[in-house]
Nanobody, 125 residues
Framework: QLVESGGGTVQPGGSLRLSCVAS????????MAWVRQVPGKGPEWISS????????WYKDAVTGRFTVSRHNDENTMYLQMTSLKPEDTALYYC????????????????????WGQGTQVTVSS
């Protein structure tokens, strides 16, 4: 099970930190990713991190503004979001795959075996 939290409404330029708590599997054995979706559009991959937290990948649109991290001893992954823009408004999901690595996850959204319920991020003045 994956449970996201930390979403909310912020003004442009603001910050939020999303959390994803994992249970029911050995979190430290899985590469993880964040995916977001705007109503009426398909989901898009935005970041992934390897199981040790050593390597990270980001969608170009969020590079330099978002930081993914994880604490395996707490079974938790984070997404620190800064300099938020209205176009970052979306439902953000924590996802993982039984098969694929964080590097392979880059740009992909059809390979995930497990999804959280999502947490809404709204950036608006």
């Amino acid at each position: 099970q994956l449970v996201e939290s930390g979403g909310g409404t912020v003004q442009p330029g603001g910050s939020l930190r999303l959390s994803c708590v994992a249970s029911g599997f050995i979190f430290a054995n899985y590469d993880m990713a964040w995916v977001r979706q705007v109503p009426g559009k398909g989901p898009e991959w935005i970041s992934s991190i390897d199981r040790e937290g050593r390597f990270r990948w980001y969608k170009d649109a969020v590079t330099g503004r978002f930081t993914v991290s994880r604490h395996n001893d707490e079974n938790t992954m984070y997404l620190q979001m800064t300099s938020l823009k209205p176009e970052d408004t979306a439902l953000y999901y924590c996802v993982t795959s039984e098969t694929y690595t964080a590097e392979y996850m880059k740009g992909r959204i059809d390979i995930y075996d497990y999804w959280g319920q999502g947490t809404q991020v709204t950036v608006s003045s």
